[in-house]
């Protein structure tokens, strides 16, 4: 399988073993998620007969307090989770990425302003900021998969901004780039057409690992109530509908607890090991 | 006098084996009990301010008295401050006389004028319990005057939205029903020592209801610990930071989850529980597509399996299969309704008709009705019917309840005993307001009829006509008849409930 990707995507996969774990593990829960009316029943399915049913050959994760079957929303939750994340990922990239190379381009007056933004924004614990704002969002408009996405992209692109705006600090000094600012090219083209391809490498990195830390944001807020509501499953609304029934059905928390402990594990050491092949690459070049 | 050495050792050992002996005796003296029990409640107790604003629970039936109570059991309205009354134009008019010498807890004496004054601070808010007026005839008698002759006026004056008797020195102006709350004096069982807002209350017994009624305090504080999150007040009391939890046994949204109560009971601790007229049921939105129509409504009664809905409380509540209330409320035994379970009958009538989506809306703030909302769901989509349930925070779902926006919601009816005739009035008469569940031409006159009736045998069978009404026409879907709870650590004794409330006045905690 690794040499399939290895081909397909023209990149070398490092010869770490925790690299490939990662991959695979990421590549598992996306394959469950992905064919999850495939592989599991209907999730919202009630069955009161089987409420609190251990796990069996029947109920591989046993059944809740309603008698759903908890594998299928264990894995129709890991659809949710991957899906609300990843969304969270693109957009905080995507602000951030723009905020962090105009102020790392520009300079000047933008670059402090934004700088002491970012600076506010990272000295705010952001999880604190994510509960207030689903909060906030929850309390005027209602409970919606939005609020979550909206309450941690609000404090998520701080990160991509930074880390952008370091990159572009040393790519406007390359010569190509005064080639082209030689040749007449105008700002936003040298930005998107050759500033932010070149710092992607890293920011990529940065969203993989990002992902893992997103899932357990996205856990937490479920967990506490305020992420996303039920019956839609989800892996900290899971955990915390189970919370109550930890000493008569553990595995109510058990099955979420292990996807989210895997699924952070497993993005964590791919965003590693994409980071020792850029790394290396740094050095080769 | 000199000491040797074997008189040296004597005296110490004789003293050293003294001191371990009297503090055995201490210790066994002092662990027999402990003499303070603490509360943990949903509610801070709102003891300054509004006087009318004072929390429905424990200053009401721990520190407050009222004229009358109400006893379900025989639909009978019972002395308590007052020692009897005489009903005059037609039942607009109510003179009370009082009993004679009861004290307030400041040692002052309860009477007429401190009876005007307390219903005076509803009557300046016009409150929606509140008397047209109250005039004061002697030290003893105080008359009530009403709008309306209805035997609802008996129901106003003891139910738990309304006031306690207080003393005129409760407020600052002293004796201004206008004023501002400073000290709650009351003639119940115990008296507020100190009030803290939104965190804690300390009560002391009253030793001038004690010494009326013959009874020894067997604790020396009564704390009340406010914890406004369900899950935190069960953590409080598996920890042990507080001895009990209670129901904000108003009802509605603060009471200790009955998903929890069977875990609490396997950890050992008590759990004592209580019915109550009081029914969580579905509310349709009927004056808006698809509930209507009678036809639809009455597909969602059929749906329903209220068998599977008490499951999920491990039967601590009852499905409510017999009407709207339980069999034991006033004429609803003898109503004889049963609500079918019959999938099949509710497909056949939801099969022609084409609603598209349905909302489904449940206040979030409990987790029951959570669980309730997602098995209706599901239910309901089993006979075909698309539910959008949406789980919305208390503002936001009092936002959509006011608005209209929904299709269906999780809601009660009833709550205590003392809340039982004004829930009816607030439920099901007019003025149209967002928390009524059901009114129509039929059933709003049925209802209207109960609540006038002051003859017991005649009210009953009114009582009988309002229930069957509301069952042909589907007004509701009930769900299940809920208690009144109380979960306490094992070496809690004596709490026993009255009417619905529990009574703190002859508890004590083992140590």
Known sequence: MFKVIEIFRGIEIPKNNLCRIGLSVVLFIILLGSFAPLIAKDPYETNMAKRLESPSSEHFFGADQLGRDLFSRVIYGARTSLIVAITISAFSMGIGCLIGAVSGYFGGIIDDVIGRIIDVFLSIPEIVVNIALVGVFCTIYGSSTWNVILAVVFTNWVSYARITRGIVLSLKEREFIFCSKAIGAKSSWILFKHIIPNALGPIIVLATLNVGNIILTIASLGFLGLGIQPPTPEWGQLLNSGKNYIATAPWITFFPGLFIALSVFGFNLLGEGLRDILERRRIYE | ?511
């Open chain 2, 1 to 511: 006098m000199r000491l040797t050495r074997r008189d040296f050792v004597k005296y110490t050992g004789f003293g050293a084996a003294s001191l371990l002996g009297m503090s055995f005796l201490g210790c066994m003296t002092k662990e027999t009990t402990k003499d303070t029990l603490i509360i943990g409640y949903a509610e801070d107790l709102k003891l300054r301010g509004d006087p009318a604003k004072i929390d429905r629970s424990i200053p009401k039936f721990c520190v407050l008295e009222r004229l009358i109570e109400y006893d379900l059991s025989s639909d009978d309205f019972v002395p308590s401050l007052a020692k009897k009354w005489d009903v005059e134009s037609g039942g607009k008019r109510i003179v009370f006389e009082l009993k004679k010498g009861i004290l307030f807890s400041d040692g002052a004496e309860m009477d007429a004028n401190a009876v005007k004054f307390t219903y005076d601070i509803l009557v300046v808010r016009k409150h929606s319990v509140a008397p047209r007026s109250v005039e004061v005839i002697d030290d003893h008698t105080v008359a009530f005057n009403f709008d309306e002759a209805w035997v609802l006026n008996f129901a106003k004056l003891q139910d738990v939205h309304g006031l306690g008797v207080m003393s005129p020195k409760s407020v600052k102006p002293e004796g201004d029903p206008n004023g501002t709350l400073v000290d709650l004096i009351g003639t119940g069982p115990f008296k507020v020592v100190e009030y803290v807002e939104n965190q804690y209350t300390v009560l002391e017994p009253n030793r001038y209801w004690f010494e009326q009624t013959g009874l020894e305090p067997k604790i020396k504080k009564l704390i009340v610990k406010v914890i406004p999150d369900e899950d935190t007040r069960v953590l409080a009391l598996r920890s042990g930071e507080v001895d009990v939890l209670i129901d904000n046994y108003h009802g509605g949204y603060d009471y200790t989850p009955r998903n929890q109560l069977s875990a609490l009971k396997k950890d050992g601790f008590k759990i004592l529980t209580k019915n109550i007229p009081y029914t969580w049921i579905v509310v349709f939105n009927y004056r808006k597509e698809p509930f209507n129509d009678i036809e639809m409504r009455r597909a969602v009664n059929y749906a329903i399996n209220r068998d599977e809905i008490a499951k999920i409380f491990d039967g601590w509540v009852r499905p409510a299969w017999n009407g709207m209330f339980p069999p034991e409320v006033p004429g609803m035994a003898e109503a004889n309704i049963r609500y079918e379970y019959n999938p099949e009958k509710a497909k056949e009538i939801v099969n022609g008709k084409d609603v598209g989506e349905i909302t489904l809306i449940v206040n979030k703030s409990q987790s029951d009705q959570i669980l309730v909302a997602q098995l209706v769901q599901q239910q309901l989509k089993n006979v075909g019917l698309n539910i959008k349930l949406e789980t919305l925070e208390k503002g936001v779902y009092k936002q959509k309840r006011n608005s209209g926006d929904y299709n269906l919601r999780i809601y009660y009816i009833g709550g205590s005993e003392r809340t039982f005739y004004m829930r009816i009035f607030w439920r099901f008469l007019p003025p149209e307001k967002p928390w009524k569940v059901y009114m129509s031409d039929n059933v709003t006159e049925k209802a209207i009829a109960v609540v006038k009736e002051f003859d017991k045998t005649k009210r009953r069978q009114k009582f009988i006509e309002f229930y069957k009404a509301l069952y042909e026409e589907a007004g509701v879907a009930p769900l299940y008849y809920e208690v009144v709870a109380v979960a306490e650590k094992p070496n809690v004794e004596g709490i026993k409930f009255e009417y619905s409330e529990p009574r703190f006045y002859s508890t004590y905690v083992k140590a």
